[in-house]
């Protein structure tokens, strides 16, 4: 299974994981390099963690691997935006945000991602994928 994160003239990088926990940190890492990289501020970078950590957790909890054992996480710039994606076998059910008790220690990570960015699901033979996409800073 590569970890191997390649970076386009486009604007894009994407790696596959083991579907396990610690795959979390190593999309976080890659991602933060690929962006400060690129230029990034790291308010931007520390959302865009944020983000692909929220996704990749709720993936290892939720969902099935894809067929390999694996999950895909990828980004790009999309002009103004950032498109971070996290795909996976599927769950029993399609993601969605909720309203965790005070006491709860879980259920707020679709809402991080959504006061972080706008997204989306879209489910297909063999699994699913969620996409988040993030303004980018102007010049």
Not at 34 to 54: M, R, S
């Amino acid at each position: 299974m590569s970890t191997f994160v390649s970076p386009s003239l486009r604007g894009s990088a994407s790696m596959d994981l083991p579907f396990t926990p610690a795959s979390a940190g190593a999309a976080r890492r890659a991602l933060s390099t690929w962006l400060h990289d690129l230029g990034y501020d790291d308010g931007l970078v520390d959302d865009a963690q944020l983000v692909i950590t929220e996704l990749v957790a709720n993936s290892v909890l939720h969902a099935q691997p894809l067929a390999d054992g694996s999950l895909h996480v990828g980004w790009q710039c999309e002009g103004d935006r950032l498109l971070l994606t996290v795909r996976d076998g599927g769950g029993v059910s399609v993601p969605t945000q909720r309203v965790a008790a005070p006491e709860a220690l879980g259920g707020r990570g679709l809402g991080i991602v959504d006061a972080l960015g706008t997204w989306t699901v879209e489910t297909e033979s063999g699994g699913s994928a969620i996409h988040v996409r993030m303004d980018l800073p102007l010049g």
